[in-house]
């Protein structure tokens, strides 16, 4: 008896394994579209149709109706909303460029699996095949099908050149994720997704495109899901894992009727809140550093927050706030012109010494209506982004609330960005400090570490440069040679170049220095930081850069280098330069005559230029010696008259005199920047005010202000100082009763009471 209900049991178990079987959607292949309906959830079966088989033509009318009520926006409107596209973008003729560069290129029937030819004979190679995997310029032929009067060749060429992926992926006849260039690779699957449901509405109201083709469409879709699904069981760090995520939690909610939908859609949203939680930095910034790829972010996570709402499905708190964080991150970083810093791979224009930020902070004033977003936020979006926006957001740009926001000098602890702001005034200014490597993923980071980028007076005074990865030169822009570094003898900050093995051209340093940050203090006389990295440990040197911003005037930059053996020491400076006063004044002059003069108190050698793709640089040098400083003054003056003088004995920076010193001072080789009651000293060892005198064991930065009897003084240097005061009965360090001998930490400050 018992053998057998064991029989039965286990006959009942394989049938039902079986039935399992069959429900689950195939990777290997593109299920055939009479048997789309075997895949239906039974409940959502019903819905359809009472009839047991479900025609082709009921089952395509059903899919239309739904994604009416659940895609971004409703196709029943598409015609309408493509007049005031072509109103707003004015792109027809960029859609036409690109979509007959594409049909030029490749056959409907394309390959999918390198060696193989452009239709011109020319050979494709990985960069572009990567391109065509994307299927970014399909969305270009699709309005070009508008464009043309509805030639229905667009539609028969999108239809046929995804149906050549299915039987190319039928016969496996196409490039793996092993070889580096996998059409099915997380990244490109999901970007491809993305544009294929672009085109998928858009197309819906067609008559040329048949309810086969629609259904070819969805069973294609449904494929790609499967895949993204079965593929992503774990946690991935990168951009490329969150944009595949993206396109599985959009088709998981776009199809829900199907078996497996419900595992697709927690699998997605759980795979892209570990990212969010690991790779959003606490302090709100996307753990690649780059501009690029946190902007990229946020669209990926926008997609699925904006469906999300659509469909009313809650999403967690976590994940809203992560989100809202990134935008918040945009208004932090945002130069006074409401563009934004370049800051590691970002690689939209190349060559661009800024970047364009309103896109992806609009999104963040329609999602999330603050003001302050609304204040950098223009009204357009970006002209792909505009499909993925409903009437009312489109609406709402018209009249967007702006408050300009209240963001002072701050610093991403996390990330390791420090800003010096002035304020929000188009011509005020702002310096950026790079001091990180991400431990995780520093794939994208550039040869930077220390580097500096300003604005003042509505021009990038102190670029950095956007890149492209196809590019030759690639591995020259995204080096220290073009950035505003210290460097030492032919040394660069970025090291073991190494190309991917997919050969698109991107490429990345295997070896990046260990960077610290030993101190950030921002108050109302000024901005300090001060760090370090160990990039020239290999030639016995020792490096600290401090960075000071007088507040609203100009800015000081002191690079120290010590070692045991005589190097050439260099700084680069990023514009275009002319030597005012031989090496110590270069100056750089823009098209509305303000400009930027640096000007070096500590007597150096020389002064090189070289350049590359329109772009210069000055490279600053002293020459054959073991220890050195550079004192450097970035001042950026707004006419004529505000320059430093060059024919002037003296130098009088806004009110401020360089080296005629209102306190007794010594030290060896002591440079002053003095006004009024305060001073910045450096390579000071005593300094006397009256009864009060104070003196250092080892030369040191020191900015000091008097204020009727009592003196303050700060650390503005690198290394801790043991102090000695005399002359004081009352001394407090840091607001705490101190002793007359005392070691000052970088930043920390002692008060002085004179007798």
């Not at 698109?504 to 108050?523: E, R, Y």
């Amino acid at each position: 008896m018992n053998a057998v209900k064991n029989i039965i049991f286990y006959s009942l178990f394989l049938l039902f394994i079986s039935v399992k079987a069959q429900n689950k959607i195939p990777t290997n292949k593109v299920v055939a579209i009479n048997d789309l309906a075997k895949y239906l959830k039974k409940d959502y079966l019903k819905k359809i149709s009472a009839e047991e088989n479900i025609s082709e033509a009921k089952l395509a009318e059903y899919f239309r109706e739904k994604f009416s009520e659940r895609f971004f926006y409703d196709w029943k409107t598409f015609e309408p909303r493509f007049k005031e596209y072509t109103l707003i973008y004015d792109n027809a003729s960029s859609h036409k460029k690109r979509a007959q560069d594409h049909m030029q290129k490749y056959a409907d029937s394309t390959n999918w699996k390198l060696p193989f030819n452009y239709l011109n004979g020319e050979k494709v190679n990985a960069y572009a095949l990567r391109h065509l995997a994307r299927q970014h310029k399909m969305v270009d032929i699709a309005f070009e099908y508008y464009n043309s009067g509805k030639d229905s060749s667009y539609i028969t060429y999108f239809t046929n050149q995804m149906v050549s992926l299915n039987t190319a992926l039928a016969a496996n006849k196409f490039e793996t994720i092993d070889s580096g260039n996998g059409v099915y690779e997380v990244f490109r699957s999901g970007y491809r997704i993305l544009n294929w449901l672009t085109i998928h509405n858009m197309f819906l109201g067609e008559k040329a495109y048949s309810d086969k083709d629609q259904l070819t469409t969805i069973a294609t879709l449904l494929q790609h899901a499967q895949d993204l699904y079965e593929n992503n069981q774990e946690f991935k760090s990168g951009n490329h894992q969150t944009r595949g995520m993206s396109a599985l939690a959009m088709l998981s909610i776009l199809f829900r009727d199907f078996e497996g939908s419900d595992l697709w859609y927690k699998r997605s949203m759980q795979r892209l809140e570990e990212h969010l939680v690991k790779e959003v930095n606490e302090d709100g910034f996307q753990f690649e550093r780059s501009v690029h790829y946190h902007m990229s972010d946020i669209e990926t996570y926008f997609y699925v927050y904006q469906l999300a709402q659509r469909s009313n499905i809650e999403v967690s708190s976590n994940w809203k706030n992560k989100l809202e964080s990134l935008f918040t991150t945009l208004v932090k970083i945002a130069y006074p012109d409401k563009s934004a810093p370049v800051l590691q791979d970002d690689t939209d224009i190349p060559w661009a010494e800024k970047n364009d930020i309103s896109g992806a902070i609009t999104l963040g004033y329609l999602l999330f209506n603050n003001p302050e977003y609304g204040y950098l936020a223009k009204n357009k979006v970006k002209s792909f982004i505009y499909w993925f926006l409903n009437k009312k957001q489109v609406d709402e740009l018209k009249s967007i609330k702006t408050k300009q926001p209240t963001y002072g000098s701050l610093m991403f602890p996390d990330t390791k960005y420090y800003i010096m702001r002035e304020g929000w005034s188009k011509n005020d200014k702002m310096l950026i400090i790079s001091n990180g490597v991400d431990k995780e993923k520093p794939d994208h980071q550039h040869g930077d570490v220390l580097g500096i980028q300003a604005m003042a007076n509505g021009n990038v005074i102190l670029p950095n440069y956007q890149v492209r990865y196809s590019l030759k030169d690639f591995d020259l822009f995204k080096n220290s040679m073009v950035k505003n570094v210290a460097l030492v003898d032919d040394e660069l900050i970025g090291k073991e170049w190494t190309s991917n093995r997919g050969g698109s051209g991107f490429g990345k340093f295997k070896n990046l220095p260990v960077a610290k940050t030993i101190c950030w203090k921002s108050n109302t006389a000024y901005d300090f930081f001060t760090g370090t990295h160990n990039g020239f440990k290999n030639i016995d040197v020792n490096y600290f850069r401090q960075v000071i911003f007088i507040k609203n005037d100009f800015w000081i930059v002191k690079d120290n280098f010590t070692s045991n053996n005589s190097h050439t020491y260099k700084q680069i400076w990023q514009g275009h330069y002319t030597q005012e006063e031989g090496a110590n004044l270069l100056r750089a002059n823009f098209p509305d005559a303000t400009g930027l003069d640096i000007l070096q108190l500590n007597k150096v050698t020389q002064v090189t230029n070289n350049g590359k793709r329109g772009k210069q640089w000055s490279i600053v040098s002293k020459n054959d010696v073991p220890n050195f400083n550079f004192i450097t003054v970035l001042f950026p003056y707004n006419s004529y008259n505000n320059r430093i003088d060059e024919t002037s004995n003296t130098i009088n920076l806004n009110g401020w005199n360089v080296n005629k010193p209102i306190f007794n001072a010594t030290g060896d080789n002591l440079q002053s920047i003095s006004k009024e009651k305060e001073a910045y000293l450096f390579n000071t060892n005593s300094i006397q005010i009256s009864t009060v005198s104070v003196t250092m064991n080892t030369i040191s930065d020191i900015y000091t202000y008097v204020n009727n009897n009592e003196i303050t003084i700060k650390s503005i240097s690198h290394s801790p100082t043991t102090i000695t005061i005399s002359g004081s009965k009352k001394i407090k360090l840091n607001g705490e009763k101190a002793k007359k001998e005392l070691v000052l930490q970088p930043g920390e400050e002692i008060k002085i009471l004179i007798k």
